[in-house]
T-cell receptor, first 118, second 113 residues
């Protein structure tokens, strides 16, 4: 149980275009999802917290207009990188937090999305 | 965000031997959770073990166990009978009241055959 998927697993795009990444909890409902960014051989950096039905909250230094997050249902959150530039190239990981009574105290992670902006 | 420190960038262990990864954290909260996650070359984050701060007993999951010292704010991971599949980067993480995770810098574990 507690499986989280991400789509796409990797994407290459041209500078200036927008890219959408989906994060789905497959076998549980997630009131809260998180989006992380990871550079090679570094730790995960929390970008934002996504709550179903409300606006995302962003960590300090993360541009909310560049990284648009939508949490439209209890099983789906999306991250859209708008007007992507080469410096946005990175590995993006989502995680999902279950409802009380489910795997509530633990974040379960998606497999990540590798973004390369040319 | 809480500060989580992993002071060992790399650790090497012989197959079937034991290795211990260190982790310390800084917090003023009394109730929290601690986790160890494994990230193999596939980069999929895998939960290894978790510990609730209010529990005195150290968590154990098969070959993985922790030594949780709340007063010292220390949370080490012991991998017993190391296997080749244990080779990965291991992250210690602190979960605060708002469910956010703060990660350490990670420790790369190499298993020698």
């Amino acid at each position: 149980g507690a499986v989280v998927s991400q789509h796409p697993s990797w994407v290459i795009c041209k500078s200036g275009t927008s890219v959408k990444i989906e994060c789905r909890s497959l076998d549980f409902q997630a009131t809260t999802m998180f989006w992380y960014r990871q550079f090679p051989k570094q730790s995960l950096m929390l970008m934002a917290t996504s709550n179903e039905g409300s606006k995302a909250t962003y960590e300090q230094g993360v541009e909310k207009d560049k990284f648009l997050i939508n949490h439209a249902s209890l099983t789906l959150s999306t991250l859209t990188v708008t007007s992507a530039h080469p410096e946005d190239s990175s590995f993006y990981i989502c995680s999902a937090l279950g409802l009380a009574g489910g795997p509530g105290e633990t974040q379960y992670f998606g497999p990540g999305t590798r973004l390369l902006v040319l | 965000a809480q500060t989580v420190t992993q002071s060992q960038p790399e650790m090497s262990v012989q197959e079937a031997e034991t290795v211990t990864l260190s982790c310390t954290y800084d917090t003023s909260e009394s109730d929290y959770y601690l986790f160890w996650y494994k990230q193999p070359p596939s980069r999929q984050m895998i939960l290894v073990i978790r510990q609730e701060a209010y529990k005195q007993q150290n968590a154990t999951e098969n070959r993985f166990s922790v030594n949780f010292q709340k007063a010292a704010k220390s949370f080490s991971l012991k991998i017993s009978d190391s296997q080749l599949g244990d080779a990965a980067m291991y992250f210690c993480a602190y979960r605060s009241w708002d469910y956010k995770l703060s990660f350490g810098a990670g420790t790369t574990v190499t298993v020698r055959a």
